[in-house]
């Protein structure tokens, strides 16, 4: 069974909402310029949907055990395509967009920092 690598899907996650942040960020700064269109990034979702994801069971008794050999894949760390929203900015959905990635990134760190702390823990034997 392959190890599940929470640090490299949470760096894949954090480049996707840099990318999702400064597209936010176009979008809020070209607001007034005759004819620009919003754009948005692709979901993360739908570049984890690409990927098998299964979380493998250490035991056949665990609810929705996996068959030997499932795995967990990250993606390939390319980076999200746009989208064209079709429409004109509307700075009050791109503040919002903001929120969700600031929000994101605060939960990504802490899930990241909580799995570090736990590892150092085994670690110290502690």
Do not use: C
């Amino acid at each position: 069974m392959d190890a599940v690598n929470l640090f490299k899907l949470a760096s894949t996650q954090a480049k996707w909402l840099s990318l999702r942040q400064t597209t936010v960020a176009n979008n809020i700064a070209n607001a007034d310029s005759p004819g620009y269109r919003a754009v948005d990034v692709e979901p993360f979702k739908a570049a984890l949907d690409s990927a098998t994801v299964r979380l493998g069971a250490t035991s056949p008794n665990h609810v929705g055990a996996q068959p030997e050999g499932a795995s967990f894949k990250v993606v390939d760390e390319k980076p999200a395509g746009l989208t064209t929203a079709g429409k004109p900015v509307s700075l009050e959905d791109e503040l919002v967009k903001s929120a969700e990635i600031r929000h994101a990134f605060e939960t990504n760190t802490a899930i990241v920092g909580a799995f570090h702390r736990m590892i150092l823990m085994t670690a110290k034997g502690s």
